[in-house]
């Protein structure tokens, strides 16, 4: 009997979720955006380019709100993709927002030193990039990867082709999108 090779489900943002948070951060600013009430900006544990995502969601006017999706489970958001010796695996976009109406997926990684050096540890990056580009534009949606370049402190996104090169025209910076 032949197997699908995926399934598809109808993806709903969980109702409720358990967070756990870092008690001994100075600041437990109220995040008024995210999709749960009282989630705070030392819910833990956070990548550093999370953090200044989730940031910048709270400032861009343009942002209605925002949700911080898991990592495995069947409640979030997954698609499925081959990793490097042909395996499926499932890729979790980090962030679902909702900005001007339209739905963003996105997801974050390292950003780039002060001489562009790459400082992304995930290997898969280039594929998950390829997978969501793909299901974005299937589902006619917007979204892509955000990296923070040091030598400007700004987060930058890549929606279209990815590239290792921070100064490649594809790497825009965010705010110019998202205000």
Wanted: some cysteine.
């Amino acid at each position: 009997m032949d197997m699908p090779s995926r399934s598809y489900y109808e993806f709903h943002i969980p109702q409720s979720c358990l967070f756990t948070y870092n008690g001994d951060a100075k600041t437990q600013l109220l995040m008024k955006k995210n999709v749960y009430q009282n989630y705070l900006s030392s819910a833990a544990p956070r990548s550093t380019p999370e953090i200044k995502f989730e940031r910048f969601c709270e400032r861009a006017n343009s942002v209605e709100w925002w949700y911080k999706n898991g990592d495995k489970g069947n409640e979030h958001l997954s698609i499925v993709y081959q990793d490097n010796s042909g395996k499926q695996k499932l890729f979790y976009p980090d962030y679902i927002v909702g900005v001007n109406g339209e739905l963003w997926i996105i997801e974050t990684k390292g950003g780039f030193d002060r001489s562009g050096n790459s400082q992304d540890i995930d290997l898969y990056t280039p594929k998950k990039f390829k997978v969501l580009k793909d299901y974005l534009d299937a589902h006619k949606l917007k979204g892509g990867i955000v990296r923070n370049d040091a030598v400007t402190d700004e987060l930058c996104i890549c929606t279209d082709t990815y590239s290792e090169d921070i100064n490649d025209d594809n790497w825009v910076v965010l705010s110019s999108i998202l205000e």
